[in-house]
């Protein structure tokens, strides 16, 4: 039943309803009718077996049987009857259907039910089949007094086939009007149906297009429906209209998900349920480099490292929030959350924390050499300190000495802090964007040899200042200014007495390129890319006895640095056996 189509359920429904409906009244109808005919069929042939009894008593004796059975014939001809007279013995005396010469040879009828009954009754009836005629017949028989007494039976018959054709002609036109009603039925079960259809497919139609994604696809009211429809058309109308509103909210978070993700410089990656790599973000190309293939594969066949494997497992497990540090195979450290979706995996976020651990190690170092660079001062100042406090040692030649040697160290930790305040300033100033100036290079040299000149006439050192008078560059004139000082100064320092030291310039496409030269001690190979670290010294006894702090240089290159140039140092210079030379860059006064 379920699989019939509509039409024919509709049209099934019209049968059951129509069939018992027409078919029991109907069959009522026929048996009431049938037994109206036969009743009036009945009582007719009793009307002319008094007619005919009347007519056999009126008339004058016969001479035989044959003139009765004669009488009888003709008399059947004008009345359509079979005519049977029988002696009372049940013996058939006439018979108008039976011929003359034949009927001495019938049974006896004393047995039949209509002569039993009006023998009974005087008169009687019976619809029986006839043996003599071989077909069904209505009987009628009553007693007569004719033709001898004790009194025979008249009977008359007329076969049954009459009363059955009126009954077939009612049949025939009850099945005519059967018929015409179960068709009227099915073309209209057909016409409904196709009137309930028509609407129900365009809303399957429309079902099936939002379905697949057209969500802007509409039913049109009581037009392509029927207003019967109409709240389900509103239905799924409002229902496209929300599914559409929701797919471009989901689209749009989406999408927003996504470029936060890709916008994202952690790594992301997502798991899903049996923890296979679902989806990642481009920052994750960096540690991965497998972008895309990753996805749907494990994190151990990508990261290589148990402890992220592991991690997964337990986050995928009964954990909620996972925190780990990894290092991986491109030799950065990773902070590595994990936080479990519940129902649907989980969420890894890779945060390198490479640059921290190393600001930390800078941080710990710089603390570490701090503190070293002041203790060495520090102890010595206590202990000539703590000996001055004997009266009697004051009192000697050798306390003027130690006098002078804590006011040495209390210098050096002056200078010391002084250049790591100087150091502090120009990193705070490296984070913001400078306003720089243009200005005379040369004008800063001079002041810087200026400010060396005790030192430098005190060893008899010559300063060369070949620089162009004009060379105009770009940045910070006081910065450049100790920048020259702290480069001669260590020139001087480092170099014998009576050398000379060069100061010199040329242009490099934007760049202004300065070296400043000495003839000096020089610096081993080994140490030429350390010696701009803070607190770095090639010998710290005699840079400290020269009253260096081991900052100069990291000053130097933290204040070229912030005017967009560049240091570095030769030694020996080219050409030369002793000295080193030191360079630094410097943009011309180009753009402005
Ligand atoms: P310091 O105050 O000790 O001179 P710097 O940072 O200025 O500290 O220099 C770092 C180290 O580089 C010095 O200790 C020294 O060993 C070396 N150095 C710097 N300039 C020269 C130079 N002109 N000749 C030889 N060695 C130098």
Known sequence: MRTMRFRTRLLLSFWIILIPGLCAPAWYIFQSLKTDIIHEATANAFTELDFIGWLLEKNPEFEDNLALDKWCKE???????????????????????????????LDNHADREEIIGARKFGQASSIRYSETLGKNLIYAAKNINYPISPSGVLRVAIPLSLVESRLENFSHQFWGLLLAIFASSTILSLILAQKLETPIRSIIQAATDIG?????????????????????????????????????????????????????????????????????NSALTGITKCLPNCVGRRPM?????????????????????????????????????????????????????????????????????????????????????????NPAFRASDQAGEFLNIIVKNADHMSR?????????????????????????????????????????EEKNIHIHNFLDASVLVQGDEFALTQVFRNLLDNAIRHSPPGSSITVSSKEESDMVVFAVEDEGTGIPRQHLQRIFERFYRVDKERSRASGGTGLGLAI?????????GDIWAESPPENRTKGSVFYFSLKKNKDL
Request: glycine share 6%; with cysteine; aromatic share 6%.
């Open 212 to 280: 697949e994604g057209d969500f802007s696809r509409r039913l049109e009211f009581e037009i392509e429906t029927g207003t019967e429809f109409s709240p389900l058309v509103r239905c799924i109308n409002d229902m496209a209209g929300k599914i559409g509103q929701n797919i471009d909210m989901i689209t749009a978070q989406k999408q927003e998900l996504e470029a936060v993700l890709e916008g994202m410089q952690e790594g992301v990656m997502l798991l899903d349920k049996e923890g296979r790599i679902k989806a990642v």
């Open 75 to 105: 008399l059947a001809t004008h009345l359509n009857y079979r005519i049977t007279v029988i002696a009372a013995g049940g013996r058939v005396l006439a018979d108008s259907e039976i011929d003359s010469r034949t009927i001495p040879e």
């Open 301 to 389: 066949e990508i990261f290589l490292n148990t402890e992220i494997q592991s991690a997964c497992d337990k986050i995928l497990g009964e954990k909620v929030h996972m925190r780990l540090k990894a290092a991986m195979h491109n030799d950065r450290v990773y902070e590595v959350n994990l936080v479990k979706i519940p129902e649907d995996g989980a969420v890894v976020v890779f945060h390198d924390i490479s640059e921290m651990i190393r600001l930390e190690k800078v941080r710990q170092d710089f603390v570490a050499n701090v503190s070293h660079e002041l203790r060495s001062p520090l102890t010595s100042i206590k202990g000539y300190a703590e000996t001055l406090q």
């Open 416 to 456: 010391i802090v002084a250049d790591l305040l100087e150091l502090t300033k120009l990193q705070q100033k490296n984070s913001q964007p400078e306003q720089f100036s243009v200005f005379n290079a040369a004008a800063c040299l001079r002041f810087a040899t200026e400010t060396c000149m005790p030192i430098s």
């Open 556 to 564: 130097c290159r933290n204040a070229v640095r912030k005017m967009g």
